[in-house]
Nanobody, 116 residues
Protein backbone atom coordinates (compact mmCIF):
# COMPACT_ATOMS: atom_id res chain seq x y z
CA UNK A 1 0.00 0.00 0.00
CA UNK A 2 1.16 3.50 -0.84
CA UNK A 3 1.16 5.85 2.11
CA UNK A 4 2.24 9.47 2.42
CA UNK A 5 2.61 11.26 5.74
CA UNK A 6 3.25 15.00 5.84
CA UNK A 7 4.91 16.78 8.73
CA UNK A 8 6.53 20.10 9.57
CA UNK A 9 3.57 22.45 9.51
CA UNK A 10 2.83 24.96 12.21
CA UNK A 11 1.96 28.51 13.16
CA UNK A 12 4.50 31.09 12.05
CA UNK A 13 4.70 34.81 11.45
CA UNK A 14 5.09 36.51 8.07
CA UNK A 15 8.67 36.26 6.85
CA UNK A 16 9.38 33.04 8.73
CA UNK A 17 10.41 29.76 7.18
CA UNK A 18 9.16 26.19 7.42
CA UNK A 19 10.35 22.92 5.99
CA UNK A 20 7.70 20.35 5.20
CA UNK A 21 8.47 16.69 4.77
CA UNK A 22 6.53 13.85 3.22
CA UNK A 23 7.50 10.38 4.35
CA UNK A 24 6.57 7.78 1.76
CA UNK A 25 6.06 4.05 1.90
CA UNK A 26 5.07 1.69 -0.87
CA UNK A 27 6.84 3.83 -3.48
CA UNK A 28 10.32 5.05 -4.22
CA UNK A 29 10.17 8.82 -4.10
CA UNK A 30 13.14 9.38 -6.39
CA UNK A 31 11.45 7.26 -9.08
CA UNK A 32 8.01 8.84 -8.76
CA UNK A 33 6.05 11.87 -9.92
CA UNK A 34 5.81 13.77 -6.66
CA UNK A 35 3.99 17.03 -5.97
CA UNK A 36 2.91 19.41 -3.26
CA UNK A 37 -0.57 20.91 -3.24
CA UNK A 38 -2.33 23.15 -0.78
CA UNK A 39 -5.87 24.04 0.11
CA UNK A 40 -6.80 27.26 1.85
CA UNK A 41 -10.09 27.72 3.72
CA UNK A 42 -12.95 28.18 1.28
CA UNK A 43 -10.77 27.50 -1.75
CA UNK A 44 -10.07 24.55 -3.98
CA UNK A 45 -6.89 22.56 -3.75
CA UNK A 46 -4.14 24.16 -5.82
CA UNK A 47 -0.83 23.07 -7.22
CA UNK A 48 2.29 24.29 -5.42
CA UNK A 49 5.31 22.41 -6.74
CA UNK A 50 6.33 19.17 -8.38
CA UNK A 51 9.43 17.18 -9.20
CA UNK A 52 9.89 14.70 -12.01
CA UNK A 53 11.33 11.24 -11.38
CA UNK A 54 15.00 11.42 -10.56
CA UNK A 55 14.77 15.12 -9.82
CA UNK A 56 15.53 16.09 -13.40
CA UNK A 57 12.95 18.85 -13.44
CA UNK A 58 10.87 21.03 -11.17
CA UNK A 59 7.80 23.19 -11.56
CA UNK A 60 6.32 25.82 -9.24
CA UNK A 61 3.21 27.86 -8.98
CA UNK A 62 3.86 31.52 -9.75
CA UNK A 63 2.81 32.49 -6.25
CA UNK A 64 5.67 30.55 -4.65
CA UNK A 65 8.49 30.89 -7.19
CA UNK A 66 11.67 32.17 -5.59
CA UNK A 67 10.40 31.35 -2.10
CA UNK A 68 9.69 27.60 -2.10
CA UNK A 69 12.02 24.78 -3.07
CA UNK A 70 10.97 21.19 -3.67
CA UNK A 71 13.51 18.43 -3.14
CA UNK A 72 13.95 14.74 -2.44
CA UNK A 73 15.96 12.88 0.14
CA UNK A 74 16.96 9.53 -1.29
CA UNK A 75 18.21 7.89 1.92
CA UNK A 76 15.03 8.85 3.81
CA UNK A 77 12.67 8.30 0.87
CA UNK A 78 11.04 11.65 1.55
CA UNK A 79 9.78 14.61 -0.42
CA UNK A 80 10.53 18.02 1.06
CA UNK A 81 9.29 21.56 0.62
CA UNK A 82 11.41 24.39 1.95
CA UNK A 83 9.23 27.45 2.38
CA UNK A 84 10.92 30.80 2.93
CA UNK A 85 9.54 34.29 3.42
CA UNK A 86 6.12 32.96 4.22
CA UNK A 87 3.12 35.19 3.66
CA UNK A 88 -0.39 35.13 5.14
CA UNK A 89 -1.71 33.97 1.77
CA UNK A 90 0.39 30.82 2.15
CA UNK A 91 -1.91 29.70 4.94
CA UNK A 92 -3.36 26.35 3.94
CA UNK A 93 -3.28 22.65 4.50
CA UNK A 94 -0.35 21.30 2.51
CA UNK A 95 -0.64 17.91 0.88
CA UNK A 96 1.96 15.60 -0.55
CA UNK A 97 0.90 13.59 -3.57
CA UNK A 98 2.14 10.96 -5.96
CA UNK A 99 0.72 9.80 -9.27
CA UNK A 100 0.98 6.05 -9.02
CA UNK A 101 -0.43 3.46 -11.40
CA UNK A 102 -2.98 5.84 -12.84
CA UNK A 103 -4.16 7.22 -9.50
CA UNK A 104 -3.43 10.21 -7.33
CA UNK A 105 -2.44 9.24 -3.82
CA UNK A 106 -2.61 11.88 -1.11
CA UNK A 107 -1.36 12.29 2.39
CA UNK A 108 -3.64 13.66 5.08
CA UNK A 109 -1.96 17.04 5.02
CA UNK A 110 -0.17 19.33 7.43
CA UNK A 111 -1.48 22.73 8.48
CA UNK A 112 0.56 25.84 7.77
CA UNK A 113 -0.71 29.06 9.31
CA UNK A 114 1.03 32.36 8.66
CA UNK A 115 -0.31 35.12 10.84
CA UNK A 116 0.79 38.11 12.86
Amino acid sequence: QVQLVESGGGLVQPGDSLRLSCAASGIIVVNSHMSWFRQAPGKEREFVARMTPGGSGTDYADSVKGRFTISRSYPKNTLNLQMNNLKPEDTAIYYCSVFFRGHNVWGQGTQVTVSS
